[in-house]
């Protein structure tokens, strides 16, 4: 990697000061996890990193008016651990599970999952964010197995590797960035991450010049879970993920929310899914009608195909799981 | 026989390293008494006078490795696990995809198992390391060591310090853990021999031991 | 006088006891010090510069930013290539103070190419150059015509990596005109083999030093272009210097298994004789070596065979002996399409190939009591089915049946054993451990030979300047270091004995060593302990060499070769997702004489553990334009992890019949069924042949999806 200068403030007003108006001059540390492999890979080559290692106010969980409050800071395992999350949250809680390796999950940061990069093998061989030589695309004419298969109308084709986003989405969670002068302004998670239209932007709608500061996520009785499609155990990419969240009103699905993982630049919101769960019975039946409608419009590249049958079996899953 | 093959092991590395390069070098030159101030101390002092940055020079750092603090110098882009094998010779924890998938170069960090290639070194100041030779010595190893030695979890034995150190982090903070539960736990760890035979039976041998490691 | 044999079974100490590795200790705590793990005084760090393109003309390589870099000592060039033929070939190198400064200077050489088309694909013999080369036994044709059935079917491997996890590489010191190399290597008598006229360095003035190396698997012999850089490196700078690959690096160019498809073509009798193999086989070895051509695998009585093999050239790197070079490949393509003619010929999987197994050369025997072993150990008449499991949901559940050979043949190896006056032992022997337990072996054998406890034996191994021993290659190494070292042992034994006789008033051919003491072999309580024979030495020690050439040590009995075993697969299968998981899987081994029986165990297990890993994550990704290796790390290459094997069972064939064999290789032949029996254990699962390997949940649904699904 190239050498850097580094800075650890102890606030986060300092830190926002020390950050630049453009991506790629300065980059955020927080467990480093995903940063000091993409530095290592050329992925960025920042001449500054600013560590949030000393910035306490960035730690821990909290809860605060039905709401659960988690500092950018926290570590996964620290996440796992809370008895809130783990009762009221079990789609986060089995999300953040999944990563299924001590060390990630004792240093990983529940920010640092948010904001971590793309795995997209050819942007992590030197290809650029969207994966491209020249005009042709490497991604559409080359092995594209675990790339997306929905929102793939444009040039990005990775899918965003969050383990959380999908969970956080389906819980109504609103995420709290700081900018200039340490002001913060609030975005909900389902509007948080965002498809790059150009390589040089990034997948979120975090600014340069912004950190993560928190999480705030509502204590409002949802059912809900995650189901993770996994080959290997221990730490691996999940293949499809599904997490799902209703209300359960006597027989009946309400407010259903279904957000799909690694199939899409983004955690991809199925309205159509949600649809065909609301007003269901919470049997095999309906669960199945949600896989099959999330499943629906999928425009699979050349070798992902497979993806499909795997939403729905996800999608079913993580209903019967919300469920039981 | 003289075999230059037995020559004395090197000399501690951090101090060529710092006669290398000025021990200074990097830093504001109103810096003054740095013998009296902690590297961590040092670095804000310089930093204050640099708008909050140190580096990219080296940059001084102490580390708290196995019980006994050391000094040295670094850039800040060194790797945890790099100052340890590189500077201060600790060897036990291996570079293997330096990617952070494979647990080969896993250490303890306040007693929590983590990628010392995935972290860097000044990220590592203030903070507990214990590396796999601060766990055990030939003559005195802990229970997760005799284990993996009785059950033969080992074969080429280059995974092994990275699943003992995990081992031995995982099973000291869930001492009531199942098999089961003691293998999700070395599931950051990857070897290739083949050794996870005897590895289920050291997770069952552990489960019995209830974290007395 | 002692004779060179093995003792008789009631008569061993040590030998085929479960023996904790001697250096387990040293490994577990990381006091083991690893090629990758010495540092010297003053050491520099090198790093590579390698091709970006799979094929170009090298117009230039610039080194000036790179050397003008602080803290960069050295760089080298290859002042020879004009055209690079695979992504990550060796083009220069630097070195420096620091690790860190060394790999930026590395990405600061300018290279400039003219790249040409390459080919990267493996899949289609159309693009092949190479001739087809043909091979017939009977009249293939005739037979298949005569066939009560016929079955073609489509089988393929894709090309895998050894992934070491301690990359290639090594630590060079280049000093007072001496060149001392710590190489992580799996040859320590003969790494350097020609490095000297490469460098320039008399080859007498060359010695290698490998304690403990971090995994081979066949890709570790020589020297390399990186160790020539390496001592090149060192001499320019007179300083020591660590040369160890990244493990991109490793991925792509320290060599790999050749892959294989292939279209069979089965003939057979209603009562399920295979009378008729005709298989087309294609593949890449990258840029060199061979693909695997000798089918039909172990069943070579079948009367009529035919097989055609086509290698591709592709810019790729190039193949290296992977564990049992060609058999894995060999054995699954050949037992997927065994167990698919049974399942067409509506016959019970055991029962076929237990027919079948009449086919192999000399070993039906051997192969059908380890089928009926295998078969008890996994439960198998309680669990068998025919394809598809009929059960209801999505989890479906089948067993699957495999069988194989290796050699294991006792590589040429010395030894010198050495017993001082002071009653302690040492054996030196430039023999290496890649894992297997030799340090232990080494020791098992001389102790057991002298009568003494194993901690009586210093064992001294890894340096060149002890007796050569050969590459630990090809199972070869248990069998060589058995044999010389006994021979050693009994050697430097005879002497003692020579020299007591007198005292004990008997002959030396009536004396033995047993328990710590030199005895009359009819009268033990006529002797004198260890330590007093040792005494009578006066001040000079005893030290012979012991040697085995083979052939004779065969025809001795104390080393044979030729194994079989037998595996059997238990697996699920969830139809839904297309993941695959492991319930059980046994295996059932030959391997003669067992030196050390936890080793062995350990051997086998962790054979059936690299098989899993192949048949059911492994695969090297390349991007058919830019000819990279997509997944040249460790996240998307995958290696099984511990909770991905399942129930593992191990049955060593052991006893009078076996063990008067002598002793015969073991690293191989565990590693060699997997492919197949897991293979066929999901066909039975799920109803449909999934043709290609590895077994991944996309293979599994894309093959549902176009086969249909349950049979």
Excluded at chain 1, 6 to 11: D, H, N, Q, R, S
Excluded at chain 1, 176 to 202: H, I
Excluded at chain 3, 411 to 436: F, N, R, W, Y
């Amino acid at each position: 990697m190239k050498s850097f200068a580094y800075a650890a403030p102890k606030t986060v007003k300092e830190a926002v000061a020390l950050l630049d108006d453009s991506w790629g001059a300065t980059e955020v540390l927080a467990g480093g996890t995903d940063l000091v492999t993409s530095l290592k890979q050329h992925v960025t080559e920042p001449q500054r990193v600013v560590s949030l290692k000393n910035i306490k106010e960035l730690k821990g969980i909290r809860s605060k008016g039905g709401s659960l409050i988690i500092g950018a800071t926290t570590t996964l395992a620290e996440l796992i651990e809370n008895r809130d999350v783990a009762r009221k949250f079990p789609a986060l809680s089995i999300a953040a599970q999944g990563i299924g390796s001590p060390q990630l999950l004792n240093v990983g940061t529940v920010g640092g999952d948010l904001c971590q990069r793309p795995r997209c093998w050819f942007f992590r061989n030197g290809h650029g964010l969207f994966g491209q030589q020249g005009e042709t695309s490497l991604v559409r004419e080359g092995d594209n197995r675990y790339h997306a298969i929905f929102g793939n109308d444009g040039p990005a084709l990775f899918v965003n590797p969050s383990s959380l986003g999908p969970a956080l989405i389906v819980l109504g969670a609103e995420i709290t960035v700081a900018g200039a002068g340490g002001k913060t302004r609030t975005v909900p998670a389902a509007e948080f991450f965002r498809t790059p239209k150009a390589a040089t932007e990034r997948e979120t709608v975090l600014r340069p010049n912004e950190i993560l500061t928190e999480i705030t996520v509502p204590m409002k009785g949802l059912k809900n879970a995650t189901y993770e499609v996994r080959h290997r155990h221990g730490l691996d990419w999940p293949y499809v993920t599904a997490s799902v969240g209703f209300n359960l009103k006597g027989r009946q699905i309400e407010e259903a929310q279904v957000v799909l993982g690694q199939v899409a630049p983004v955690p991809w919101r199925s309205a159509a899914a949600s649809l065909a769960l609301d007003r269901g019975t919470p049997d095999e039946t309906t669960a199945s009608k949600g896989g099959e409608a999330a499943a629906a419009g999928a425009k699979p590249l050349s070798g992902n195909a497979y993806k499909i049958q795997m939403v729905k079996a996800a999608v079913k899953r993580a209903v019967l799981a919300a469920i039981a | 026989m003289t075999d230059p093959h037995d020559a004395p092991e090197p000399a501690p590395p951090e101090v060529t390293n710092v006669s290398r390069r000025g021990f200074l070098k990097g830093f504001g030159a109103g810096t003054v008494a740095t013998s009296l101030l902690s590297p961590a101390a040092m670095r804000e002092a310089a930093a204050a006078e640099n708008g909050g940055w140190t580096g990219p020079g080296e940059i001084p750092v102490s580390l708290k490795v196995n019980g006994t603090t050391r000094q040295l110098r670094v850039e800040p882009r060194v790797t945890l696990l790099d100052a340890l094998r590189n500077r201060l010779d600790l060897t036990g924890p291996k570079k293997v995809c330096d990617r952070g998938t494979c647990g080969a170069c896993t250490v303890l960090v306040d007693g929590h198992p983590a990628y010392s290639c995935s972290m860097l070194a000044v990220e590592a100041e203030g903070r507990a390391i214990t590396t796999v030779e601060g766990i055990g010595t030939p003559e005195q190893m802990n229970a997760v060591q005799k284990a993996f030695v009785e059950h033969d979890a080992q074969q080429c034995g280059f995974c092994t310090p990275g699943f003992v150190t995990a081992a031995t982090g995982f099973v000291r903070k869930h001492p009531n853990s199942t098999p089961e539960e003691i293998c999700k736990g070395l599931g950051g760890n990857l070897c290739r021999c083949g050794t996870y035979a005897g590895m289920l039976l050291v997770a069952a041998d552990l489960a019995k031991a209830k974290g007395g490691v | 006088m002692a004779k060179v044999d093995w003792p008789a079974a009631d008569k061993r100490t040590l030998l085929g006891k479960r023996i904790s590795r001697v250096d387990g200790p040293a490994k577990t705590t990381g006091a083991a010090k690893y090629s990758f793990d010495i540092n010297r005084p003053g050491m520099l760090w090198a790093k590579l510069v390698t091709s970006a393109h799979p094929k170009a003309e090298v117009v230039s390589i610039d080194l000036s930013a790179a050397t003008a870099l602080p803290g960069v000592k050295a760089s080298w060039k290859d002042e020879q290539v004009k055209e690079v033929q695979y992504v990550g070939q060796i083009l220069a190198a630097v070195a420096a103070e620091t690790e860190e400064i060394a790999t930026e200077a590395a990405r600061l050489v300018r290279v400039e190419y003219k790249p040409s088309e390459a080919i990267i694909r493996d899949s289609d013999p159309a693009l092949a150059k190479d001739k087809p080369a043909a091979r017939e036994q009977g009249k293939v044709e005739e037979a298949l015509a005569k066939a009560d059935v016929v079955h073609t079917g489509n089988y393929g491997c894709p090309v895998i990596t050894h992934c070491c996890l301690e990359s290639h590489g090594q630590v060079t010191d280049f000093k007072d005109g001496e060149l001392l190399v710590w190489p992580s290597t799996q040859n320590v008598s003969r790494w350097a083999d020609r490095l000297g006229e490469a460098v320039d360095v008399p080859q007498n003035k060359i010695r290698v030093d490998c304690q403990y190396m971090g995994g081979g698997f066949g890709s570790k012999f020589a020297y390399d272009r990186w160790g020539m850089i390496g001592a090149t490196l060192s001499k320019q700078t007179g300083r020591p210097v660590k040369l160890m690959l990244e493990r991109d690096v490793e991925m792509l160019i320290a060599g790999n298994r050749p892959s294989a498809y292939a279209k069979v073509k089965l003939g057979a009798q209603k009562d399920g004789l295979v009378t008729a193999v005709d298989t087309e086989v294609w593949g890449t070895s990258g840029v060199g070596g061979s693909i695997p051509d000798r089918f039909p695998y172990i069943f070579t009585e079948v009367p009529n065979a035919r097989t055609t093999a086509t290698r591709i050239m592709t810019n790729r790197g190039r193949a290296a002996a992977w564990r049992a070079p060609n058999h894995p490949q060999l054995c699954f393509i050949t037992m997927s399409a065994f167990a698919d003619l049974a399942a067409a010929l509506k016959m019970d999987e055991l029962e076929f190939f237990m027919k079948n197994a009449a086919l192999t050369k000399d070993r039906a025997a051997v192969y059908q009591e380890e089928l009926k072993i295998a078969a008890d150990l996994i439960g198998y008449k309680q669990k068998a089915h025919p394809r598809g499991d009929k059960a209801a949901g999505p989890i479906k559940r089948g067993l699957g049946i495999s069988m194989h050979t290796w050699g294991g043949r006792g590589h040429p190896s010395e030894c010198d054993v050495t017993i001082h006056p002071d009653g302690s032992v040492e054996a030196k022997i430039a023999t290496q451990d890649l894992g297997v337990g030799t340090r232990t072996c080494v020791g098992m054998v001389v102790a057991e030979t002298l009568g003494l406890p194993l901690d009586r034996v210093k064992v001294e191994i890894g340096r060149s300047e002890y007796p050569p021993s050969g590459a630990s290659g090809g199972s070869t190494t248990i069998g060589g270091i058995s044999v010389s070292c006994r021979t050693a042992a009994t050697n430097a034994l005879n002497a003692l004995l020579e020299n007591v006789s007198k005292r004990l008033g008997v002959a030396a051919d009536a004396l033995e060593a047993s328990g710590g003491a030199i005895r009359e072999t009819a009268k033990p309580s006529n002797q004198i302990s260890w330590k007093d024979a040792c005494a009578s030495l006066g001040p000079n020690p005893i030290t012979k060499r012991g040697v085995n050439v083979p052939g004779d040590s065969e025809k001795a009995n104390l080393t044979s070769q030729g194994v079989g075993g037998v595996q059997i697969a238990d697996v699920s299968v969830d139809i839904e997702t297309g993941v695959v998981t492991m319930n059980e899987m046994v295996a059932v081994q030959d391997c003669g004489l067992v030196v050390n029986l936890k080793l062995a165990e350990s051997q086998v297990y962790g054979g059936l553990i690299m098989g899993i890993t192949y048949a059911l994550f492994e695969e090297a990704v390349y991007d058919v334009r830019t000819g990279q290796m997509l997944n040249a790390d460790m996240e998307f290459y995958r290696l099984a992890g511990l909770q991905d094997v399942g129930t593992l069972k191990v049955h060593m064939m052991t006893g009078k019949d076996y063990d008067g064999r002598g002793v015969i290789g073991l690293g191989e032949p565990p590693v060699i069924s997997p492919g197949a029996a897991i293979a066929n254990a999901v066909a039975n699962a799920c109803g449909v042949r999934v043709p290609n390997l590895p077994l991944t949940p996309e293979r599994v649904l894309t093959t549902l999806s176009q086969k249909g699904g349950l049979a």
